[in-house]
């Protein structure tokens, strides 16, 4: 079954404010990772947070990791429209070894109204 | 430029029909995906090959058929194709593990009439 979900499903905020998506995931986990899709294009990997760190920063997204809660979130600081997308958060299960499945949830959509 | 690119972006077609849709990446990534995003941008995964071995296959029915003819090359034919195969179709690679994230092709949008 899906491993991921994500909450809100849409989410619409003006330009300058932060946006927060939550993503919850079902099993442990090796690591978790966050993807923008733009409409009508292929999903860009953003930032990765492995099981054992529980925050990270790259630019103006700031991940949380809680791995006793399952779950995680991504917040956009000083958002602009140019963030409008979807944004996924994805999860390699533990035990899945060298396969490298990603299993993603579905996805918040985020418009950034200028 | 380094990247996953995928062919075609589009894809109509009649039921029935047998078509295919090619992937090649020159980021020297080791795995390489096929996923399936239906009309609600849910995303799963439908086949991974590792250095050209088949190492998921997620209960697809067997109409689909990878083929990788190198470990920069994925493939993905379609036989006798149905209504409810109408997704978009993208490919993806990785290093081994995925630890540094997947990239994407562009997706090839499939429409079956």
Same mark, same amino acid.
């Given at each position: 079954?899906?491993?991921g979900?994500?909450?809100?499903?849409?989410?619409?905020?003006?330009?300058?404010? @932060?946006?927060t998506m939550n993503c919850s995931y079902?099993t442990s986990i090796n690591n978790l990772q966050w993807?923008?899709? @733009?409409?009508?294009?292929?999903? *860009?990997?953003l930032i990765l947070i492995r099981s054992n760190e529980r925050e990270k920063h790259s630019?103006?997204l700031r991940v949380t990791l809680d791995t006793s809660k399952k779950s995680s979130s991504l917040l956009?600081?000083?958002?602009?429209?140019?963030?409008?997308?979807?944004?996924?958060c994805a999860t390699v299960?533990q035990?899945?070894? @060298?396969?490298?499945?990603?299993?993603?949830g579905?996805?918040?959509?985020?418009? *950034?109204?200028? | 430029?380094?990247?996953?690119?995928?062919?075609? $972006?589009?894809? /109509?077609?009649?039921? !029935?029909?047998?078509?295919?849709?090619?992937?090649?990446?020159?980021?020297?990534?080791? +795995?390489?995906?096929? &996923?399936?995003?239906?009309?609600?941008?849910?995303?799963?995964?439908?086949?991974?090959?590792?250095?050209?071995?088949?190492?998921?296959?997620?209960?697809?029915?067997?109409?689909?058929?990878?083929? %990788?003819?190198? $470990?920069?090359?994925?493939?993905?034919?379609?036989? #006798?194709?149905?209504? !409810?195969?109408?997704?978009?179709?993208?490919?993806? %690679? #990785?290093?081994?593990? #995925?630890?540094?994230? &997947? +990239?994407? !092709?562009? !997706?090839?949008?499939?429409?079956? /009439?």
């Amino acid at each position: 079954s899906q491993q991921g979900e994500e909450d809100p499903q849409a989410l619409s905020i003006q330009e300058g404010e @932060n946006a927060t998506m939550n993503c919850s995931y079902k099993t442990s986990i090796n690591n978790l990772q966050w993807y923008r899709q @733009n409409s009508g294009r292929g999903l *860009v990997h953003l930032i990765l947070i492995r099981s054992n760190e529980r925050e990270k920063h790259s630019g103006r997204l700031r991940v949380t990791l809680d791995t006793s809660k399952k779950s995680s979130s991504l917040l956009i600081t000083a958002s602009r429209a140019a963030d409008t997308a979807s944004y996924f958060c994805a999860t390699v299960p533990q035990g899945s070894g @060298n396969t490298g499945k990603l299993i993603f949830g579905q996805g918040t959509t985020l418009q *950034v109204k200028p | 430029d380094t990247a996953v690119s995928q062919t075609p $972006k589009y894809l /109509v077609t009649q039921m !029935g029909n047998d078509k295919s849709i090619k992937c090649e990446q020159n980021l020297g990534h080791d +795995t390489m995906y096929w &996923y399936k995003q239906d009309s609600k941008k849910f995303l799963k995964i439908m086949f991974s090959y590792n250095n050209k071995e088949l190492i998921i296959n997620e209960t697809v029915p067997n109409r689909f058929s990878p083929k %990788s003819p190198d $470990k920069a090359h994925l493939n993905l034919h379609i036989n #006798s194709l149905e209504l !409810g195969d109408s997704a978009v179709y993208f490919c993806a %690679s #990785s290093q081994t593990d #995925s630890s540094y994230g &997947y +990239t994407f !092709g562009s !997706g090839t949008r499939l429409t079956v /009439v």
